[in-house]
């Protein structure tokens, strides 16, 4: 028998069309379910799926904490005792010390209408009273930050384009966009094969020669780390100098052309932002720049695909806004087979009912980055809330996010913590209750993508093992126990819910919609903000002038910044002369599976070097260095390669840390040398860009050890 499921993760592709095949009750394998067709795919790590839902070291029973905070003791307890503890432990914090000392530590652990680890732990902690929640995003803070100047607060819902679309693409640019691994929608990596099989010109600007580079792009471009806005705003300088720019098209759409070019020409301070100064700080060649920038001009439809990797560093909310200033300027903005600079998945899903906080507005929060700082420095240090107990649901932000030290001492602080999860991840051994979470397969749910216009259902597959259960179910009994059962679950049963779901929902056909697991929307190729660009006018933004504003006096007032993106220089240490990149895995998301000492198909972790890099330093292929910086230091084994530019180091995000007495990390954890101090106005993660230094040491990796 097969039945349709998703895997629902945070890992690019949100909801990946996948049937499930069973045989007595046990799942066998996953494979593509066909009536997706052959564009909306899974990737490897869905396909994959079962080896992590019969995981050994799954979590099938309550552990309650026995030994120090962190040591990993723990002992096996029935859920009406872990219930019980969590229950009282929380209601006792929050009449002592007020709700708002509750902290959500939640993230996307699971994604769906239903089993969204994010919305359901926020409705349950709204229920208990006002505490405190995280703002921001790891993910995007800076884009988040600065968009809505730039194109309106409806940006997220207005300025993306659907994959299909790409098909039309007479040019793509992939700026720091690994599509073949991070994916970034369920459809972009075949449809971006689909156009190198067309050979249109394709163009990968990485550090890195990514296996998107190698096998999509008909171009590598690598740039030092974090020196974007350089390259950008050369380009600029190129299409103005050289007339490419339709100002007439430009000015109708967009206000503040006028303040970039006199800014690009240096015609205030006598310096020109050309492609000679940028690539003295990006290291392409100044007649590299200007041939992308003349084809990007004269070919139409060009589309920009733009990572998240371009603001995931110091000064990251300058890059976004320079990318819709390009597209603005070479004329390809709103266009079909073009984009608006903007992420691509900014576009509505179909309509869908859904989880919802039970909203209690006013309450404290903290950016997402900060949450360790808010836990050790609270009110005396300028945060909102004093925080004594943390609710840890769907992350492992102990691992994730920077600075890892700092996130164990925030820890240290923490009179209660509870978690729900399906491994015994560093984060949860930080808590006191861990709770086993169920996986994928054993939830009924609808899926929601990542970029765009379908849906997916999927059936529980299985049933739980040992005692997992539902975030869902656990939250419910939870409420029940701590008295407001009603208001969290309304009465309803996880597929109720689903029900009402699709009740609401503008899927015609249930039954049809259940049997083959995906709605298509009618509409596949939507373009947009392909009416404001027709008629500027008539469809303004929802920003102050209506158009698109390149130079924001609201952006200058609310930031103390410039109206206009600036490059803003790079924080050089001559201690730490490599730039750390750290990102995504194509056969992990983020850290799951990342565990050392386990088996997963991604646990061994290295550090890629670029040969000169490595020879200078005495490094060989498979020598056990460490990387440091004046945050902290890790050793990982190293790899030699030419496929990682010079100055650059490589080291992928999601390695489980694993620290000695001394708190140096022998797993490969970035997260050792990153920090909670965000790059610019949006206080957003700065995870790319990193100065390190690494040197080879004596001793054995994490990563070289056997399980156990
Ligand atoms: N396989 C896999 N895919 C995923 C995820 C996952 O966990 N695993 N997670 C998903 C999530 S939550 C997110 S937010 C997205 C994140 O998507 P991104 O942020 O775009 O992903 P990264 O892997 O960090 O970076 C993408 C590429 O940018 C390059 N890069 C790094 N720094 C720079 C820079 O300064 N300039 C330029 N031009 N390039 C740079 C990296 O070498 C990398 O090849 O990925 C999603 N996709
Ligand atoms: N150095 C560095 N750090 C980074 C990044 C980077 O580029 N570099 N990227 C950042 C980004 S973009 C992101 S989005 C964050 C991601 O950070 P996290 O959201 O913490 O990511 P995961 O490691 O995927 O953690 C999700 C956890 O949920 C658990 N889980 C899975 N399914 C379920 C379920 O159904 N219920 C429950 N309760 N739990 C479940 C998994 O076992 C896993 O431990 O990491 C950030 N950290
Ligand atoms: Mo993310």
Same mark, same amino acid.
């Given at each position: 028998?097969?039945?349709? =499921? ?43 799926? &079962? ?14 904490? +026995? ?9 096996? &307890? ?38 969204? +680890? ?42 993306? /384009?659907?994959?299909? +679309? ?104 006598? /310096? ?47 890059? /976004? ?13 709103? #266009?079909? %087979? ?27 929060? =903290?950016? =997402? ?8 420095? %609270? @009110? ?42 399906? /491994? ?37 597959? =299985? ?51 259940? @049997? ?122 190293? #790899? ?35 920090? +909670?101090?965000?790059? %610019? ?19 054995? &990796? ?7």
């Amino acid at each position: 028998m097969k039945v349709p =499921v998703f895997c629902g993760k945070d890992c690019g592709g949100g909801a990946c069309p996948l049937l499930a095949e069973l045989v007595d009750g046990r799942v066998l394998g996953i494979t593509h379910n066909p009536e997706a067709g052959r564009f909306i795919t899974g990737c490897a790590r869905g396909y994959g799926l &079962a080896r992590f839902h019969y995981a050994r070291d799954r979590l099938r029973m309550p552990l309650i904490r +026995t030994g120090e905070r962190g040591s990993g003791s723990f002992r096996e &307890a029935s859920w009406d005792e872990a219930l019980s503890l969590v229950a009282e432990r929380l209601a006792s914090v929050r009449d002592r010390l007020g709700c708002e000392s509750i902290l959500s530590l939640a993230s996307a652990g699971s994604l769906g209408a239903l089993h969204n +680890t994010a919305s359901l732990t926020s409705r349950f902690l709204d229920c208990l009273g006002v505490r405190t929640s995280l703002q921001g995003s790891y993910s995007n803070g800076a884009v988040r930050f600065v968009l809505p100047y730039v194109l309106g607060q409806d940006w997220r819902q207005s300025s993306g /384009f659907d994959p299909a +679309t790409m098909q039309h693409a007479n040019m793509i640019i992939l700026w720091g966009a690994n599509i073949l691994e991070t994916r970034l929608g369920a459809e972009v990596p075949a449809r971006l094969l689909e156009a190198r099989r067309r050979g249109i010109p394709i163009v990968a600007i990485d550090p890195r020669r990514t296996e998107t580079a190698e096998r999509a792009a008909t171009t590598w471009l690598p740039i030092r780390p974090g020196t974007d806005t350089a390259l950008m705003l050369a380009l600029l300088h190129v299409l103005i100098a050289e007339g490419l720019v339709d100002r007439g098209f430009v000015d109708q759409r967009a206000i503040g052309f006028g303040q970039l070019e006199a800014y690009v020409l240096g015609r205030d301070d006598g /310096f020109a932002r050309d492609p000679s100064w940028a690539s003295a700080i990006c290291g392409i060649e100044a007649p590299e720049i200007r041939a992308l920038a003349r084809s990007w001009a004269e070919t139409k439809p060009a589309m920009l695909i733009p990572g998240y990797s371009i603001q995931r560093v110091e000064g990251g909310e300058e890059t /976004f806004r320079l990318t819709v200033a390009l597209q603005l300027a070479t004329g390809n903005f709103g #266009l079909c %087979g073009g984009s608006t600079g903007s992420p691509n998945n900014c576009l509505p899903v179909p309509r869908v009912g859904r989880i919802d906080p039970r909203a209690r507005p006013g309450g404290p929060s =903290v950016s =997402v980055l900060r949450w360790p700082d808010a836990i050790l420095e %609270g @009110r005396s240090g300028g945060y909102p809330s004093d925080i004594a107990a943390a609710y840890v649901a769907g992350s492992n932000y102990a691992n994730q996010g920077g600075d890892v030290r700092k996130s164990l001492a925030a820890f240290a602080r923490l009179e209660f913590a509870v978690c729900h999860e399906m /491994f015994l991840t560093p984060t949860a051994r930080l808590c006191d209750v861990v709770l086993p979470a169920a996986s994928p397969l054993e939830k009924e749910d609808l899926g929601i993508p990542w970029h765009g216009n379908y849906l997916l259902y999927k059936a529980q597959a =299985v049933a739980a093992e040992g005692q997992a259960r539902s975030d869902y179910d656990i939250f419910a009994e939870l409420s029940d126990r701590m008295g407001f059962g009603e208001a969290f679950s309304e009465g309803r049963t996880a597929s109720e819910w689903v029900e009402l779901f699709i009740a609401a929902s503008e899927v015609p056909d249930p039954l049809e919609f259940k @049997r083959s697991g995906i709605y298509l929307a009618p509409e596949q190729e939507r373009v947009g903000l392909s009416e404001f660009r027709a008629d500027p006018e008539g469809r303004p933004l929802r920003t102050p002038s209506g158009k698109v504003e390149l130079a924001s006096e609201a952006y200058a007032r609310d930031t103390g910044g410039s109206p206009i993106p600036l490059w803003r220089g790079l924080r050089l240490d001559p201690r730490f002369p490599l730039s750390l990149v750290s990102p995504k895995l194509a056969l992990a998301t983020h850290s799951q599976g990342r565990d050392p000492a386990g088996a997963g198909p991604a646990a061994a972790q290295a550090i890629s070097l670029n040969p000169g890099d490595a020879r200078a330093r005495g490094i060989a292929e498979g020598d056990l260095v460490r990387v440091y910086n004046d945050r902290g230091s890790s050793r990982v084994r190293a #790899l030699v390669r030419a496929e990682v530019m010079a100055g650059v180091a490589s080291l992928p995000e999601g390695s489980w840390f694993v620290l000695d007495a001394s708190l140096e990390d022998s797993s490969g954890s970035p997260n050792l040398l990153t920090s +909670t101090e965000g790059g %610019g106005a949006s206080t957003s993660a700065v995870m790319h860009a990193v100065a390190v230094e690494v040197e080879r040491c004596q001793g054995r &990796a994490a990563t070289e050890q056997g399980p156990g």
